[in-house]
T-cell receptor, first 111, second 113 residues
């Protein structure tokens, strides 16, 4: 699986959009970008995934650059409950079940 | 939907004792995963099952660790004998075949003294 690079921490004001970047310059053509988050003392939670098109669901939006070497997770209106560690993971969709969690980005929402 | 259920939520035991962690996956899910999380090593996959069959146990640290899945609704992770370095949070997760997301349980916090 391709390696990912994320900033170790970020702050965002409550109500503003939180933009979390991820670099994955060695991504292969059949690898997806997944985002999970882990709120303190809880299990990781799936947020969103994408291959090359931008994706949006009820939780977030995922913007993938045209060359697929980086992506941004957007939480449109951050709340205090979005304070968590966010993990960007790159892997093939099926056939390799391993989710390799790096160190992630610790996002703190400021009141 | 009750989600993935793990028990116990907390376990404190003495070195050398046997520890058994339990997991009930979401009904209808075909894959079951066991992860371990520590400050030093982060979140790492130990083993996963597909249709109750162990597929990849390369993450199991050593022979003291064993995992079973006797049926589609139950799995155990056993450590015998336990050591202080096994202290961690152990997560179970499950996934339905053909879908992308893994659903994680609340975890079991294990402390070995």
């Amino acid at each position: 699986d391709a390696k990912t690079t994320q900033p170790p921490s970020m702050d965002c004001a409550e109500g503003r959009a939180a933009n979390l970047p991820c670099n994955h310059s060695t991504i292969s053509g059949n690898e997806y970008v997944y985002w999970y988050r882990q709120i303190h003392s809880q299990g990781p939670q799936y947020i969103i995934h994408g291959l090359k098109n931008n994706e949006t669901n009820e939780m977030a939006s995922l913007i993938i650059t045209e060359d697929r070497k980086s992506s941004t997770l957007i939480l449109p209106h951050a709340t205090l409950r979005d304070t968590a560690v966010y993990y960007c993971i790159v892997r093939v969709a099926f056939g390799n079940e391993k989710l390799t969690f790096g160190t992630g980005t610790r996002l703190t929402i400021i009141p | 939907d009750a989600g993935v259920i793990q028990s116990p939520r907390h376990e404190v035991t003495e070195m050398g004792q046997e520890v058994t962690l339990r997991c009930k996956p979401i009904s209808g899910h075909d894959y079951l995963f066991w992860y371990r999380q520590t400050m030093m090593r982060g979140l790492e996959l130990l083993i996963y099952f597909n249709n109750n069959v162990p597929i990849d146990d390369s993450g199991m640290p050593e022979d003291r660790f064993s995992a079973k899945m006797p049926n589609a609704s139950f799995s155990t992770l056993k450590i015998q004998p336990s050591e202080p370095r096994d202290s961690a949070v152990y997560f179970c997760a499950s996934r339905r075949q053909g879908t992308y997301e893994q659903y994680f349980g609340p975890g079991t916090r294990l402390t070995v003294t």
